[in-house]
């Protein structure tokens, strides 16, 4: 496989705290994630931990949030950050963002371009926002996507699978843990 680094999105506690659907696959999703991170090291390539993060008074949150006084992710809370059972490590990297996009005003495109990665497989939540427009965003600049479908779920199951119906071919390519490991060992 092509120099390739594992994106996760979104893993945080807030999310799974306020949705109980979400709450129901954590087990399932953290075992996912963990051994995909963990292929990923064996096989040198780099892992990314992309969180969504906002300031106290909202203002770098998005519009509804702001409008509505959503209070969700917020700075110096540990909603806003990663659930305790991930396997972090001292060399992943640690992407901050403002909207659903990992790509929207971060540092990921520079720092993806310096590793002159090739490919991305992405994994963590919501399938039908964020994951699917880091997706999108990664698609518009030329790069290989995977999705990982044992490491992503949404707290809307509808829109959950019409987003991989509408990313699977086209866009991304859709794979399981396994096949997503036989594409790193070769």
């Not at 953290?30 to 906002?54: D, K, M, Y």
């Not at 509505?68 to 991930?86: F, M, Q, Y």
């Not at 495109?109 to 919501?126: F, K, S, Y």
Request: charged letters at 25%; one cysteine or more; proline letters at 3%.
């Amino acid at each position: 496989m092509s120099r390739t680094a594992l994106l996760i999105i979104d893993m945080l506690n807030d999310f799974f705290r306020q949705h109980a659907h979400l709450a129901a696959q954590r087990t399932r999703l953290v075992a996912s994630i963990n051994a995909l991170a963990e292929a990923f090291r064996e096989h040198g390539q780099p892992v990314f931990w992309v969180r969504q993060e906002f300031a106290p008074d909202l203002h770098d949150a998005f519009l509804e949030m702001r409008k509505h006084g959503l209070r969700v992710t917020i700075a110096g809370t540990d909603g806003c950050e990663l659930l305790p059972e991930l396997d972090r490590r001292p060399a992943d990297t640690t992407i901050v963002k403002k909207r659903y996009s990992a790509f929207f005003g971060t540092e990921l495109e520079a720092t993806l371009e310096r590793m002159n990665l090739e490919a991305l497989v992405v994994a963590g939540i919501n399938t039908h926002a964020c994951v699917r427009t880091t997706v999108i965003d990664a698609y518009q600049r030329d790069y290989e996507v995977v999705v990982a479908t044992e490491g992503i779920a949404s707290f809307d199951e509808a829109h959950h699978e019409m987003t991989k119906r509408y990313l699977d071919g086209a866009i991304a390519r859709l794979l399981p843990n396994s096949e997503i490991m036989k594409m790193l060992a070769s």
